[in-house]
């Protein structure tokens, strides 16, 4: 444990930790990828921790304004000292770094990370990589991702910023014609960023070749001014991310040399002639297929944090009849109701965190391919990033609210950690493609496995179970109802759900229904679909890590937890297949006997996440269990009682008791 145990610890969380029945210290290599990772991680949280530079109050006492001028100068801080450090080339130091340092402010410079300089990575030609890649890794110029307007974020084809070629001076023109044309929501560009790249439709010879990318300089790079004809600002505060500055621009005929197009897929000459290298134009779409698959992870890690804070909690709260006369009170995780609550959640992040781990070993399997332009693995890379983005975020807000509610009143105020972890995992259901939006890209694509299964062409692995017949169901009833057999049902469900689905979309086309409009007629149900191919993938993939798992012990409880996942998913999914009373009976029964063998180890398996009170940021969540009289600290720093008595007291109270009018005050 990296936790320094600054008071006794509470002798509640002393007693549940040690029913562990495995060593939570291998778990914790297993989820790291390794004992090597594990050491550097807490090495790096060990230099940040001793760092006096990154102390200061909670910023929940802050206004808007402090936080984020305090996220801009940590941002900065972070990069030197990774720099004194010689961590700068080391992905896994930096993040980690960054984490630890920030961990409750995300960061204003963040999208300059997690989206401008992977765009200069994927999309610029090798010159322009030479360019501007070092400069941006230097920071002398700070980028953001300008692409959804006011008017446009899901339909990307729409966007109505304009990019016109004028051959005679060999510029780009960058316009916004429109209001709804106007830039809205990019990060870090209303005040941090000098520079962005910008979504826009590109217009040369008179013709519109669609939506390309450019690289666009908004501020004067030694005074920080917008530019002549460069209008942008931030846009307000939002339900979270108050440390970073999302803003608009307006851009009013601004002018970029021609090679500021990013040319890595497509190409206009100087004299205006067009050119695309490759075939498959949704390449331009690279940026976000990657950030795609970092959400999953981000979800799973969301989850980690705020069970890890509801679990501990529930282990020293007391609160109910007593079991006996003299009893004390029962500990909240001693309901069994509370222990589904919390280790369904607890069963959904080991889920999502080990499927992340997968997804993103795809992604950095295809991605060379890709960009030497061999693009057979792409629509299935697309189609599952998506689809788990969307069920990964949708999960993690579910979970983190479920967790919050689990800490009763607490769980509402900030001193928790729990709004926060909330409405910093949210907007990831609405950011890099709106949820149902992106179910509905999966759920086209298994449309057209169906049709590829039935032509007798090779499905991608994933989606190797896709048939264009049914498959029998398999028996519940009988036998144990092991992981595999539950993973099995699962499966079936899937390509049920799937075959019926694609047979009503089928007779709409032999009705002669245009295929947009078939496809509009079974949308909500494809969304259906789509979640549960994904739910089977995060179940595979758990499946696959529990066996991996050397330590009998460790695979056993791994085992178990992915067991109640997949009888939690059987259950909570009946009502789209047929399971008979008495398979849904025993299923039941299952989940609550898991619930009373997995228990014991349920501060285990959330410690073996292994995440510092510097990480949790939360009074109810300490190491140390001792919440009540941290509350209490935490509540004397609110600015409110700096006074005893407040100056609205003398302003609008006493004048109100002396009958006064307060209208003109
Ligand atoms: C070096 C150090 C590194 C350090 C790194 C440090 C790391 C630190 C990590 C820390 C953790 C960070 C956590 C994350 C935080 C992130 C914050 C992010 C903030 C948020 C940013 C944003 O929010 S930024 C804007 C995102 N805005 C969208 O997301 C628009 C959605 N909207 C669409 O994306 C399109 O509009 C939509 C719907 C597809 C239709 O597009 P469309 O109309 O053109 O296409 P159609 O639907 O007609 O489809 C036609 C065919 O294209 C195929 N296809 C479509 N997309 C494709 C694709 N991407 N790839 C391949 N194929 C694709 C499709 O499958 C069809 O294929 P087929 O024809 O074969 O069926
Ligand atoms: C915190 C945050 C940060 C962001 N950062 C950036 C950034 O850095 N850069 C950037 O470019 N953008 C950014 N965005 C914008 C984000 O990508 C968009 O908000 C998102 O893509 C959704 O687009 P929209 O807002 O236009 O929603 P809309 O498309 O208007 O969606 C509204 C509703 O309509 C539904 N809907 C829309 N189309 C369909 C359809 N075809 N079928 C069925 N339902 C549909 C959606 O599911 C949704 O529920 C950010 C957003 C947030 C919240």
């Not at 209001?179 to 941090?192: A, F, N």
């Not at 979640?531 to 009998?552: M, R, T, W």
């Not at 999914?573 to 029964?589: T, Y």
Request: charged share 20%; proline share 5%; with cysteine.
């Amino acid at each position: 444990m990296t936790n320094p145990v600054v008071q006794k610890v509470n002798p509640m969380l002393t007693e549940e930790r040690a029913k562990a029945s495995f060593p939570v210290e291998e778990l914790t290599y297993i989820l790291d990828g390794g004992k090597f990772n594990t050491e550097k991680r807490r090495e790096i949280e060990e230099l940040v921790t001793k760092d006096p530079n990154f102390e200061h109050p909670p910023i929940q006492f802050m206004t808007r304004e402090q936080q984020y001028s305090l996220a801009v100068k940590k941002a900065l801080l972070v990069q030197q000292r990774l720099k004194e450090l010689d961590m700068l080339d080391d992905p896994y130091a930096s993040y980690f770094f960054r984490r630890i340092a920030m961990p409750r402010e995300v960061s204003p410079i963040g999208l300059h990370w997690v989206m401008f300089v992977p765009t200069l990575m994927g999309q610029c030609s090798d010159e322009q990589r030479e360019r501007w890649l070092q400069r941006a890794l230097n920071y002398e110029i700070i980028g953001t991702y300008a692409q959804t307007e006011m008017g446009h974020g899901t339909f990307l084809r729409g966007i109505e910023t304009t990019a016109t070629y004028d051959p005679s001076s060999q510029q780009f023109v960058l316009h916004s014609p429109t209001t709804t044309s106007i830039k809205w929501w990019p990060g870090g560009l209303g005040k941090t960023c000098n520079y962005a790249v910008v979504v826009a439709q590109l217009h040369t010879q008179g013709r519109c070749h669609g939506v390309h990318m450019f690289l666009v300089q908004l501020r004067d790079e030694s005074t920080h001014r917008s530019l002549p004809g460069v209008v942008c600002g931030d846009i307000g505060p939002k339900m979270g991310y108050h440390t970073i500055d999302n803003g608009f621009l307006q851009l009013n005929s601004v002018r970029i040399p021609r090679e500021n197009m990013l040319m890595r897929n497509a190409e206009v000459q100087p004299d205006g002639t067009y050119i695309r290298r490759v075939s498959n134009e949704k390449l331009t779409y690279g940026t976000m297929v990657f950030v795609r698959s970092l959400i999953v992870s981000d979800a799973a890690r969301g989850i980690s944090e705020a069970a890890t804070i509801a679990v501990r909690y529930a282990c020293v709260r007391r609160q109910g009849e007593p079991s006996s006369p003299g009893a004390p009170e029962p500990r909240l995780l001693d309901y069994p109701v509370h222990q589904y609550r919390l280790l369904t959640c607890v069963a959904n992040c080991y889920g999502l965190w080990f499927a992340s781990e997968v997804l993103r070993d795809l992604y950095f399997t295809v991605q060379p391919d890709v960009l030497e332009g061999r693009t057979e693995r792409l629509p299935e890379t697309h189609a599952l990033s998506a689809g788990l983005k969307a069920v990964g975020s949708n999960r993690g807000a579910a979970c983190v609210e479920e967790c919050r509610r689990c800490c009763g009143g607490f769980g509402f105020s900030e001193a928790s950690g729990l709004p926060k972890i909330y409405n910093d995992i949210n907007p990831a259901c609405t950011y890099e493609g709106e949820n149902t939006v992106m179910l509905l890209q999966t759920g086209r694509h298994l449309l057209k496995c169906v049709e590829r299964a039935r032509r007798g062409e090779q499905l991608a692995p994933s989606d190797a179970y896709i048939r264009s017949r049914p498959t029998p169901q398999p028996k519940l009833a009988g036998g144990p109802l092991t992981a595999d057999l539950l993973l099995g049902w699962l499966r079936w469900r899937s390509l049920s759900m799937l075959l019926e689905v694609s047979g009503r979309f089928n007779s709409f086309i032999e009705q002669r229904q245009a295929w947009a409009d078939a496809f509009q007629a079974v949308s909500r149900r494809l969304t259906r679909c789509a979640e549960a191919h994904c739910i089977l993938y995060v179940g595979q993939a758990f499946l696959d890590s529990a066996k991996a798992a050397e330590n009998p012990k460790i695979c056993g409880v791994l085992t178990s937890l992915c067991r109640l996942f997949l009888l939690n998913e059987v259950v909570s999914g009946a009502g789209d297949v047929q399971l008979s009373r008495s398979d849904l009976a025993r299923c039941q029964d299952a989940i609550d006997s898991l619930l009373t063998e997995l228990r014991p180890n349920a501060v285990a398996l959330v410690e073996a996440f292994d995440l510092p009170d510097r990480m949790l940021c939360s009074v109810i969540g300490r190491y140390d269990g001792q919440v009540y009289e941290a509350m209490l600290q935490w509540a004397r720093q609110s600015p409110l009682n700096a006074t005893d008595v407040h100056e609205s007291y003398e302003l609008y109270t006493r004048q109100f008791l002396a009958g006064r009018s307060l209208a003109k005050l």
